[in-house]
């Protein structure tokens, strides 16, 4: 079917280190995809040895755009210079506006055991980029699981699975995020704005993406940045009687100038200037 959308590019992550040594895969911003407007950057925390993430992320600065951290595994501690505290459990969400400027931390409570999960950074307009901060902050009980079909559960954190609706709102971008299980055999096709940038990223098994005739099978660590059409079409490619996990992540583009520099995203050189100059100045 010509409305549904087809696999564009195959991104694969790379490893990388963040915060105080905490281990990554990452497949953008990378040499093959530096960003995905409105979607600035994804990374995939997973580890069992306590050595590759006890450092966490020490406080941090953000200015101009969301952070969305979603737990599979672990926990983990936020704080910021606001007085702002929460503990993340596995199946919890955080999103995370920051706005004209916040100093954040993000530290494992715990010393071993599994620690999962991911973290998803989403471009802010220019007329929301120096907003108060703000967080929308769930726990797992809150994250609705919709099952659309046989064989197939998908936690909905953002987004509409038939009349299963996320609990992040965000009209800027009007996002959908879905976690996405398909057991072996099981296919799942999800509708989309059709002007909405869209991408899908498999942790666990395999997925086939597009009609079934000419569907692109993607594997763990692949990201598959998704062409334009009204549908989503994926079908579980794994071998054997492994389950397959994906998460399905899509937005309306921004269409504006980004100007980047570590962990500030504003539209302009000079706004960068600018949140570099506020920060060291005390002013977030």
Do not use: C
């Not at 038939?162 to 609990?167: A, E, H, I, K």
């Not at 990223?201 to 000419?214: I, L």
């Not at 059409?229 to 994926?234: P, Q, R």
């Amino acid at each position: 079917m010509e409305d549904t959308r087809s696999v564009r590019k195959v991104i694969p992550s790379i490893e990388t280190l963040e915060g105080a040594g905490f281990l990554v895969h990452r497949p953008f911003p990378t040499s093959a995809l530096d960003h995905f407007d409105p979607f600035l950057l994804l990374d995939e925390f997973r580890s069992d040895d306590a050595g590759d993430y006890i450092g966490g992320f020490p406080n941090h600065p953000h200015r101009g755009f969301e952070t969305v951290t979603y737990m599979l595994a672990g926990r983990m501690r936020h704080g910021d210079n606001q007085g702002n505290s929460g503990l993340l459990s596995p199946g919890s969400v955080q999103w995370m506006t920051a706005g004209r400027g916040i100093v954040h931390s993000e530290m494992p409570e715990q010393q071993e055991g599994r620690m999962r999960g991911f973290q998803l950074w989403i471009n802010l307009p220019a007329r929301d980029k120096m907003t108060e901060p703000k967080y929308q902050e769930f726990a797992p009980g809150k994250i609705a699981v919709a099952t659309p079909g046989e064989g197939v559960s998908v936690k909905v954190i953002a987004g509409q699975v038939g009349d299963v609706t996320g609990p992040i709102q965000q009209p800027a971008t009007d996002p959908t995020y879905l976690d996405i299980e398909l057991q072996p055999g099981a296919r799942f096709t999800h509708t989309l704005p059709a002007d909405h940038s869209a991408f899908l990223y498999v942790y666990e098994g395999a997925v086939g993406v597009g009609d079934a005739a000419a569907a692109k099978t993607i594997g763990v660590h692949e990201l598959a940045v998704l062409g334009a059409g009204t549908e989503v079409s994926l079908d579980a490619r794994a071998e054997g009687q492994v389950v397959s996990r994906a998460i399905l992540v899509a937005g309306r583009p921004l269409r504006e100038p980004v100007a980047k520099y570590g962990p500030f995203v504003m539209n302009t050189q000079a706004e960068i200037i600018q949140a570099i100059e506020d920060f060291q100045s005390g002013r977030f």
